[in-house]
């Protein structure tokens, strides 16, 4: 299965663009990335996913290297309410691994 | 369509006991993935339903643990002689999934499980 990994946690200050990353070095030509996020006491709720194209949606911009080893979830400006934990996810397996948690400070 | 519903949210048992839990998916979609999170960890893959076909079982889901999607639409996870490690959030998830493109997962709010 391929594998991804995160930062366990980071930090950012409302308002401000938020870039988490994720690495994915055993990703096969075929495998989507998908991000997701928890909120406290809810279910994961889908944030975006790509291919090999960078893509924007309301909720976020997903940008995609050029080798796909590797990916970046990017929050534009970030609210309270966006603190949540991200996961990166691969494929069509769908592990969740620890995802990051993204504490958003006022 | 209300999205994917779970029962119950909350469950409190006495270990031993059996307690069995229901997932109606999204009307339309094919798949469906059961999941166990504990606190501070992300969800963990138990297993999942193409159709009503059982195509995926984790290690992780011990022989108390049994899964079912009859008729290929809401799905129950039974768990057998309940211990207290088996306290956790079971999460449901569905998504459509035909020919290429990507496997989008639509999760329910999960069914709480404490066992005393």
């Known amino acids: 299965d391929a594998k991804t990994t995160q930062p366990n946690s980071m930090e950012s200050n409302e308002e401000e663009p938020v870039h988490l990353p994720c690495n994915h070095s055993t990703i096969s030509g075929t495998d989507y990335i998908h991000w997701y996020r928890q909120l406290p006491s809810q279910g994961p709720e889908y944030v975006i996913h790509g291919l090999t194209s960078n893509v924007n949606n309301r909720m976020a911009s997903l940008a995609i290297a050029e080798d796909r080893k590797s990916s970046t979830l990017i929050l534009h400006r970030a609210t309270l309410r966006d603190a949540a934990v991200y996961y990166c996810?691969?494929?069509?397996?769908?592990?969740f691994g620890a995802g990051t948690r993204l504490t958003v400070k006022p | 369509d209300t999205g994917v519903s779970q029962n119950p949210r909350h469950k409190i048992t006495k270990r031993g006991q059996n307690v069995t839990f229901r997932c109606d998916p999204i009307s339309e979609h094919n798949r469906l993935y059961w999941y166990r999170q504990t606190l501070g960890q992300g969800p963990e893959f138990l297993t999942y339903?193409?159709?009503?076909?059982?195509?995926?079982k984790s290690r992780l889901l011990s022989d108390r643990f049994s899964a079912e999607r009859p008729k290929g639409s809401f799905s129950t996870l039974e768990i057998q002689r309940t211990e207290q490690g088996d306290s956790a959030m079971y999460l449901c998830?569905?998504?459509?999934?035909?020919?290429?493109?990507?496997?989008?997962?639509?999760f329910g709010a999960g069914s709480r499980l404490t066992v005393l």
């Open positions: 339903f193409q159709n009503e076909a059982q195509l995926e």
């Open positions: 998830a569905s998504s459509y999934r035909g020919g290429g493109g990507a496997n989008v997962l639509t």
């Open positions: 996810i691969l494929g069509d397996d769908m592990r």
